[in-house]
């Protein structure tokens, strides 16, 4: 009889894993392709359908090594381009990762844990994201757990040579693919070199285990060799993000805001449920030295610890250098984040936290045992409704929460594809969005603006594109705008305003994060940006702000012309605070005025790149009310953030503040043409 019960539990948990596993898959594949590609999935499928030469090269430039993209060009040779089959690979990916993590969880704590954290993988919000997107994020994350568990058995004791072997092997493949998969991979490696290191030396400095391990150490760095100057080139010059940088603290408390409610919860509510999961992760860090498996006593949640907080750790140090942080670049940190909180809500359900075993038998103290008996399962049936109704809500908002849908570049390209006439041009404004825009319209003639396959921050459109549009215009009796990233590469809406000064709009319908506009262009438009008074400036603010040129149409206005000001500015040094430009015509007390953060608030100072040269436009409206007579054009800088926003100071050639504005001109200012 104590055999068969003994029998039918693994059988029952098989069974259980099963049918979260089933659960899983349909979650993974309802409505697989209902939302569009977006930008960075027509960006995978785009180097997965070229030759593995053209998507190495590629990916040398890009933000990813290439194996992904290369075993992504297998997939497709084998089941098709179209969005579900591109998604599946992806899907299965995430699938393949639940019994991996219920056989961690199990060596580790037991089956019960390895069960919780497979349910709870199931519905991890930001796991369940990309687990139905075109990128390589669970592919990184499943290699990850893999060569963690591998970890786990080679130190487990005891492990024969011949097992470690093999094993180590397999570790040396597996962490090496995922490297190539994700750069972030690298960081948890960092996490098991430390691990291991801890465990050598508290198990009594086996020499075998450490000759083995530094040899594969020497190996994995030889087999990546190839690829770390372009992670170093990637790292230092990354033109994806401005010259700028976040507190380190706000860096971390993105990454676990990442972890807890992914991207589909409310900015307003991701903090406060964040801080819940906190609290819960937290509760476990006393079981540290309790918990263990059958195997041995080394086997305790130190290696879960710290698989989530050392690369938790890099992660937020490395993007403190950057202005922000992506939420995905968290995942392959989850399943450390997923075992952990399994650990506490199989704990909370056991009733270890509150009653003692020496309560439970005391009869003294019997009804005060039964009382913290029930508050302990009181607080363990709140927490495990906490966690179950926020991924629950999470969910809901991918599936039906239309805010949360990805850009529908599906819906755009297809209505230009459909309604576009012979004559007219499409214009793609960002220019290195043409994957997406070629997977739905292939062979479809389209002018990427700027013409760069990659997004490039310093890489903006400039007054030269008026020669650009006029060969693209001529002939063409419309223009279609695609937008997407608009506001980096073209923060002054130069292509737009141009556009419109020589047609006239029609109305097109709306598209989830995408922008589209359908201009009419007349007979003989003529694109001409007006910026006839040139003015060498050359002068100088304190912290290193130079001012090179000012540019503006004309110096005589009537009431009701616009004043457009072109100024470039340079980045001498380091800019650590954010001033506003301020551009004044003014006479005595009479002005009219434009202020604003530099390229249409786009370039804040402390992103300026020093020796970056900065455009910056600004349109004055001359009202009627101005009277009439001769203007100073003046410029300068301010800071809004503090009290009074004090104007930063001009120097002279010396060096000395001698001013706080530059008077570029004077305008005459006419009355009325009628």
């Not at 290699?143 to 040396?172: D, E, H, N, V």
């Not at 962490?175 to 190539?180: N, Q, T």
């Not at 206005?557 to 004043?563: A, E, V």
Request: glycine share 6%; proline share 5%.
């Amino acid at each position: 009889m104590h055999t068969a019960n003994h029998l039918a539990k693994p059988r029952r948990d098989h069974q259980l894993l099963v049918a979260i596993i089933f659960l899983a898959a349909v979650l993974r594949f309802y409505q697989l392709d209902s939302q569009s590609l977006w930008y960075d999935e027509g960006f995978s499928v785009a180097l997965a359908k070229a030759s593995w030469a053209e998507a190495i090269a590629w990916t040398a430039q890009d933000v990813h090594p290439p194996l992904y993209y290369l075993l992504l060009h297998l997939w497709i040779r084998l089941c098709g381009d179209h969005a579900f089959a591109v998604r599946t690979f992806s899907a299965l990916c995430a699938i393949a990762t639940l019994p991996l993590i219920y056989v961690m969880g199990k060596r580790i704590l037991g089956q019960t844990v390895g069960l919780t954290a497979a349910f709870l993988a199931t519905f991890s919000p930001l796991g369940l994201y990309y687990s139905r997107e075109t990128r390589m994020y669970t592919l990184a994350t499943f290699l990850t757990l893999l060569a963690s568990y591998l970890l786990l058995r080679i130190t487990a004791i005891p492990c024969p040579r011949k097992q470690r072997i093999f094993l180590w092997g397999a570790y040396l493949l597996t962490s090496l693919a995922a490297a190539y998969v994700h750069y972030f991979a690298l960081l948890v490696l960092v996490a098991h070199a430390l691990y291991f290191g801890v465990w050598w030396l508290s198990v009594g400095y086996p020499p075998s285990y450490l000759q083995e391990g530094l040899a594969v150490l020497l190996l994995g760095m030889a087999g990546y060799s190839p690829w770390v100057s372009v992670l170093v080139n990637r790292y230092l010059y990354d033109t994806g993000y401005w010259a700028a940088s976040m507190p380190f603290l706000a860096a971390l408390r993105r990454v676990l805001i990442s972890l807890s409610v992914g991207e589909t919860t409310p900015e307003h509510l991701a903090w406060p449920v964040t801080i819940g999961y906190l609290v819960l992760l937290l509760i476990s860090a006393p079981q540290l030295r309790q918990a263990q498996t059958k195997s041995g006593a080394r086997h305790t949640l130190l290696f879960l610890w710290m698989y989530l907080i050392v690369p938790a750790l890099l992660i937020a140090f490395l993007y403190s250098h950057k202005p922000r942080i992506s939420p995905r670049h968290s995942m392959l940190l989850s399943p450390a984040f997923l075992l952990l909180l399994s650990t506490t809500l199989v704990q909370f359900a056991a009733s270890k936290f509150v009653v003692s075993a020496s309560e439970l038998r005391g009869s003294a103290s019997s009804a005060a045992t039964v009382i913290r008996q029930a508050i302990s399962l009181l607080v363990a049936f709140t927490a495990i409704c906490f966690v179950l109704a926020t991924s629950g809500y999470a969910a809901y908002n991918l599936f039906f929460n239309s805010a949360m849908r990805r850009p529908d570049f599906r819906g755009a390209v297809s209505y230009i594809r459909e309604h576009r006439k012979p004559d007219e041009a499409v214009l793609l404004i960002s220019g290195h969005m043409f994957p997406v825009f070629d997977y739905y319209c292939p062979g479809c003639e389209r002018y990427p603006i700027p013409d760069d396959p990659l997004l490039r921050v310093d890489h903006m459109v400039t007054l030269q594109v008026i020669e650009q549009l006029s060969a693209i215009t001529t002939g063409k009796s419309g223009v279609w705008l695609l937008l997407w990233q608009d506001h980096v590469v073209d923060p002054h809406h130069f292509v737009s305003d141009l556009l419109l000064r020589q047609g006239t709009e029609l109305r097109v319908p709306s598209f989830h994060g995408v922008g589209l506009r359908h201009i009419q262009l007349s007979p003989a438009a003529k694109f001409v940006w007006e910026s006839n008074v040139v003015m060498l400036v050359n002068a100088r603010w304190r912290h290193g702000i130079t001012l090179l040129e000012a540019r503006v149409n004309r110096l005589t206005f009537h009431h009701g012309d616009t004043l457009q000001l072109t100024l470039f500015w340079r980045a001498d040094n380091p800019i650590s605070e954010s001033y506003t430009v301020f551009t004044h015509v003014q006479r005595l007390e009479a002005r009219t005025q434009h202020d604003g953060y530099p390229a249409n608030d786009s370039r804040p100072t402390y992103t300026w790149r020093p020796g970056e040269v900065i455009e910056d436009r600004h349109m004055i409206e001359i009202p009627s009310w101005l009277p009439p007579g001769e203007y100073n054009l003046i410029v300068g800088l301010y800071n809004r953030f503090v009290e009074g926003m004090p104007r930063l100071g001009v120097l002279d050639e010396l060096g000395n503040e001698k001013d706080c504005l530059v008077v570029l001109t004077q305008v005459n200012i006419l009355p009325d043409r009628s």
